[in-house]
T-cell receptor, first 114, second 112 residues
Framework: QKEVEQDPGPLSVPEGAIVSLNCTYSNSAFQYFMWYRQYSRKGPELLMYTYSSGNKEDGRFTAQVDKSSKYISLFIRDSQPSDSATYLCAMKRDSGGSNYKLTFGKGTLLTVNP | DGGITQSPKYLFRKEGQNVTLSCEQNLNHDAMYWYRQDPGQGLRLIYYSQIVNDFQKGDIAEGYSVSREKKESFPLTVTSAQKNPTAFYLC???????????FGPGTRLTVL
């Protein structure tokens, strides 16, 4: 079983839709959870950074972490064509020598159609 | 503007040649990282450095080498020993190990 699983999509939605992106993980040692947005042929851009369980909101983006289910989500409200990109989840431990290492999902390709 | 720069943006290499990818940051971050991204794959860690003159292997270090002589610079050399070097290479930095990692724009390496 891979440490982090992410549905690669592709996911296609109409403009204005609510988008839900998800990752599951198997390692209970993960404490920090991130979502990155990556446009084609560009470097990833950090969208959300959360610690432990709960919700975090930033504008149209909401990150949700459910550690009991080992499940994280990113919701995008009022999606725009400019949101079309690959979304990568990432996570890491909080102590020991491995706390520098991010473990990434493979990414979900999202297209928002005008 | 603070940020991470990588050069060149595109790089072509003949088989058997070593090439060096540049990564510079002016964020005053202590930690720097190199990742490799292949189509349809997540990012995989090649090397990371927590402080100057110190670095550790990541998950796929074979065929790569790095140096960290200055805080702001972390060059990656792809050696001829790397059997499948064609990929998108990403450099990142963070204030500390627990801090957010920020990425540069990437270098696309193609072996001819």
């Amino acid at each position: 079983q891979k440490e982090v699983e992410q549905d690669p999509g592709p996911l296609s939605v109409p403009e204005g839709a609510i988008v839900s992106l998800n990752c599951t993980y198997s390692n209970s040692a993960f404490q920090y959870f991130m979502w990155y947005r990556q446009y084609s042929r560009k470097g990833p851009e950090l969208l959300m950074y959360t610690y432990s369980s709960g919700n975090k909101e930033d504008g149209r983006f909401t990150a949700q972490v459910d550690k009991s289910s080992k499940y994280i989500s990113l919701f995008i409200r009022d999606s725009q064509p400019s949101d079309s990109a690959t979304y990568l989840c990432a996570m890491k431990r909080d102590s020991g020598g491995s706390n520098y290492k991010l473990t990434f999902g493979k990414g979900t390709l999202l297209t928002v159609n005008p | 503007d603070g940020g991470i720069t990588q050069s060149p943006k595109y790089l072509f290499r003949k088989e058997g040649q070593n090439v060096t990818l540049s990564c510079e940051q002016n964020l005053n971050h202590d930690a720097m990282y190199w990742y490799r991204q292949d189509p349809g794959q997540g990012l995989r860690l090649i090397y990371y450095s927590q402080i100057v003159n110190d670095f550790q292997k990541g998950d796929i270090a074979e065929g790569y080498s790095v140096s960290r002589e200055k805080k702001e610079s972390f060059p990656l050399t792809v050696t001829s020993a790397q059997k499948n070097p064609t990929a998108f290479y990403l450099c990142a930095s963070s204030q500390t190990g627990l801090g957010e990692q920020f990425f540069g724009p990437g270098t696309r390496l193609t072996v001819l």
